[in-house]
T-cell receptor, first 116, second 111 residues
Framework: ETGVTQSPTHLIKTRGQQVTLRCSSQSGHNTVSWYQQALGQGPQFIFQYYREEENGRGNFPPRFSGLQFPNYSSELNVNALELDDSALYLC???????????????FGAGTRLSVL | DQQVKQNSPSLSVQEGRISILNCDYTNSMFDYFLWYKKYPAEGPTFLISISSIKDKNEDGRFTVFLNKSAKHLSLHIVPSQPGDSAVYFCAARAAGNKLTFGGGTRVLVKP
């Protein structure tokens, strides 16, 4: 049990729609990272939020966007859904200290998104 | 361009024997390496890690070895137990704590 919770667990959308996924980070953590895991592959980094600011982004188009709130929870928004967006979306939280060593990322169970 | 590769998609081992999982990487800027274990319907669970300045880290039944010159790391599980049956991901960390994952190795430990 990592203390990282994601909602919803499953979601079905149609092509062109928009979706919002939510993540509550582990108590004491200030950083949230989002990953996309397609079937049979490893997770791929989407972006990271540190103290409510985007702090790094992977190779994903701008229709993938995010937010981090003052309580360090986070949202992932995907606009204009495509069939290839069908995947498991994982959120990970960690405690990042300015100038300090990077800490371990702890993952939630994920949201499985199906785009029809 | 896959910067982290796990070339064995699956591994089957007898209970009590050693499981050896391998991982290769290409990016010299990676400074930290991690192994995660994933059960179905759960998120990846952190298992063990190693800094790029070390060549071995041990935690109970799990040992990770790093060969920087070969850009290769391995995870040894001794002895393997049925509860170890899961998918194992190798991950490498670069600046900004972004993790790059391999494709995973499915381990089956037979009783």
């Amino acid at each position: 049990e990592t203390g990282v919770t994601q909602s919803p667990t499953h979601l079905i959308k149609t092509r062109g729609q928009q979706v919002t996924l939510r993540c509550s980070s582990q108590s004491g953590h200030n950083t949230v990272s989002w990953y996309q895991q397609a079937l049979g592959q490893g997770p791929q980094f989407i972006f990271q939020y540190y103290r409510e600011e985007e702090n790094g982004r992977g190779n994903f188009p701008p229709r993938f966007s995010g937010l981090q709130f003052p309580n360090y929870s986070s949202e992932l928004n995907v606009n204009a859904l495509e069939l290839d967006d069908s995947a498991l979306y994982l959120c990970a939280s960690s405690l990042e200290l300015a100038g300090g060593a990077k800490n371990i990322q702890y993952f939630g169970a994920g949201t499985r998104l199906s785009v029809l | 361009d896959q910067q982290v590769k796990q070339n064995s998609p699956s591994l089957s081992v007898q209970e009590g024997r050693i499981s050896i999982l391998n991982c290769d990487y290409t990016n010299s800027m990676f400074d930290y390496f991690l192994w995660y274990k994933k059960y179905p319907a759960e998120g990846p669970t952190f298992l063990i890690s190693i800094s790029s300045i070390k060549d071995k880290n041990e935690d109970g039944r799990f040992t990770v070895f790093l060969n920087k010159s070969a850009k290769h790391l391995s995870l040894h599980i001794v002895p393997s137990q049925p509860g170890d049956s899961a998918v194992y991901f190798c991950a490498a960390r670069a600046a900004g704590n972004k993790l790059t994952f391999g494709g995973g190795t499915r381990v089956l430990v037979k009783p």
